[in-house]
Each structure stands twice: as C-alpha cells, then as structure tokens.
C-alpha cells in the first residue's frame, strides 16, 4: 500500500547499486536520523562523513543500496532516481549527503515504512537507521505495525544508534525481524561506524573499494592494495595527538612502547598509549591524516612532532615518505623514513618506533 502523503519523507536520496547477497531479493536502505537533536554534539556532522567515505569509496557496485533522511517533515522527493551507482557521479552523491540539515522532529515508523516501501512489496531485504533514538513524533506509525510489515514483507531491521539509549519501541520491532542494533557513543569513530554498515550490508567485515578514476569499474576489494589496507592497528589517542595540542597538564607522549617514564624540565614523558611498536597504522579519526606542515614544537602532546615532508599519494598508491620533527624554532631537527597507502577514503601509514620526545601527529 502507498503510504499517504502526509507520510512522505522531507529529503530523500535514492541510489541503486548491486549488493551481491545470496539473494536477489537482498537489497539494503540506510535511514538517516536528520531532526533536531542530531544537531548535538556534531553527531549528523559525523554520520555524513562516514556515509560520504562509504557510498563513494567503500561501496562495492554489486548489488542495490538506498537512502534516505528523516525528519518530521512532508517535503517532496529530492535527489536522485533509483539508478545503478556506477553509472552517477560518487562526488557529486558527497555533494548531495552535505545538503542534509538536522531540523524538527523525529518520525522513526514513518521512515522505517518510506524504507519498506524502497524495498518494494514482499521482495525482502534490509533497513538500516542510523540516528539517536528518539522518538518525537506524536502522530507516527506504530513500532509494532512497522515490524510486522516488515515480517510479512520478508525485511529485516537494524539500527545503528548514536549518544543515547535507543527507544524499547524501536529495538523491539528490530529484534522482532530478527535485526541486530548497535550502540555507539557520542564521540564515536569512523571506524567504528563504518566496520557496523558493512556488517549489515555484507553480513560481514568485509570492505570493498572503488577508484572512481579507474577505467576498471569492477568492485575490489581491500586485499587487491596494500597490506597495511588489510590490517592494521588504531592511533586513538586523538585529541593529544592533533596538531594544534601542547602537551596533557605537565604529562607528554613518546611513540615508543619501551620508554621508561622520564622527566625532562617539569614535564614527564610517557609512552604514547596507543602506541604497539613499528607497524601499519590508521589515525581513528575523520579523514584523519598526517600534517604535511610543520606544527611548531611542543604540540601534538610531545616536543618533537612528526609531520610529512611532501604529500600524500592517491587513487590507491603507496609511497616512501621522510616524517619530519619539528620544534619551537626548526621545521625539520631530525627525520625518518615511512610508507602512507591511500586505501580509497583513508590512510594508512607504516611507521617505525621513535626516540623520546617523538611523536606522529594528525591533522
């Protein structure tokens, strides 16, 4: 049944894009949480960034994929038409999540029945909704009406939920369809979202990668580029590790997990306690990268920070760099060598163990 007018949602992208599921009825709509309350903590901000990296990089090409974001409103269809993704623009799809602007309410059931209706009839597939769990809507669609659509119609319901508890409603009609809901808090990684969207998508942790400037339009995966693409381990002690930070009230970080806990005029250097010794990394954070200018001494938690002397590579290259140290009055006191892959939407970076006082820093 077509869902009134009144019901329809106020800003709506459609994408199609083969998914590759067993069957071919598996097809996935990501419901984006666009009220008010999304606004807080920067928390719409965060989940375009991630769906930005994910639709345009990350997505493989082999099966449909569609979203949409919700409010209370009953604005008119915007966006695209239900399309295969490879034949669109994936920048100009970015350009398109940036327009959406956290406003009103929140209308949880009437999203979840536009995402059912995406889905079409009794053809089954998955509903994904991404928001913070509120329920603001005095005139909305039941949470048991929509789970037993949802049943008839063979569609399964997952939630990703941002900062606050998700609503019993909404995580009773999701266990009901058999769905799983994730949690996470406010201060949330990329990372983290984007490992639970392939989770859903693929039904696994599978990443898959897409070089828009590739006349190879065939989805590949991460195992085609780099090995530290594959696996690699987290730089998470993001807010001492920017650029623009001096050091943690007296306390200072060396990337060296032997360094013995030393003190060097009034300030005590520690080792870096995301540090796990040579390696690949990847900085946790939104398009996280290294500086490619020197930030000056005493910043990025420690004396010496580690910046990129030239740039980073693209479209799925690896290179040898030379990361750079600078202090209060050089850019460059000492240098060592390093290798950065661009891995289509993120970095990593194989670094090696320094000395005390030295530390990687990020943007």
């Not at 966006?79 to 209308?107: P, V």
């Not at 969207?197 to 400037?213: R, S």
């Not at 690699?232 to 001492?240: G, K, V």
């Amino acid at each position: 049944t077509e869902a009134p007018a009144q019901m329809r949602i106020s800003w709506i992208l459609c994408i199609l894009l083969p998914l590759g599921l067993e069957n071919v009825e598996g097809t996935l709509v990501i419901a984006v949480d666009k009220s008010g309350s999304m606004a807080d903590d920067n928390k719409l901000t965060k989940v375009k960034e991630v769906l930005k990296n994910w639709l345009v990089h990350t997505a493989p090409q082999d099966g449909e994929v569609g979203l949409l974001a919700f409010n209370e409103s009953t604005h008119s269809q915007y966006g695209f038409d239900l399309s295969k993704l490879h034949t669109l623009n994936r920048t100009e799809i970015a350009k398109q999540i940036d327009k959406i602007e956290a406003l009103g309410g929140t209308c949880y059931g009437k999203a979840m029945f536009d995402a059912e209706g995406l889905l079409g009839g009794e053809s089954g597939g998955k509903i994904l909704v991404i928001g913070d769990g509120k329920l603001e809507c005095t005139d909305d669609i039941s949470m048991d009406e929509i789970a037993n659509r949802a049943i008839k119609n063979k569609q399964t319901i997952y939630t990703i939920n941002v900062g606050n508890e998700l609503d019993k409603a909404i995580e009773n009609a999701s266990r009901k369809t058999g769905g799983i809901n994730f949690k996470l808090d406010i201060d949330f990684s990329a990372f983290e979202m984007e490992e639970q969207i392939n989770e859903v998508f693929e039904g696994g942790k599978t990443i898959h990668i897409y070089d828009e400037n590739s006349d190879d339009r065939s989805s590949r995966s991460v195992q085609g580029q780099s090995e530290g693409c594959k696996k690699y381990e987290l730089l998470n002690h993001f807010r001492y590790r920017k650029s623009g930070h001096a050091d943690d009230l007296g306390r200072s970080y060396c990337d060296n997990q032997h360094q013995v806990i030393m003190k060097t005029n009034d300030v005590d250097f520690h080792p870096s306690p995301d540090w796990k010794g040579e390696g690949w990394y990847r900085f946790d954070t939104f398009n996280g990268r290294m500086p490619e200018n020197a930030p000056g001494g005493d910043k990025c938690g420690t004396s010496l920070a580690g910046w990129v002397k030239g740039s980073h590579p693209s479209n799925g290259a690896t290179k040898d760099v030379e990361i750079c140290f600078s202090d209060d009055s050089t850019d460059c006191v000492t240098t060592v060598t390093a290798k950065i892959s661009e891995c289509y939407g993120y970095y990593v970076y194989y670094l090696k163990e320094l000395t005390c006082m030295q530390r990687y820093c990020v943007e």
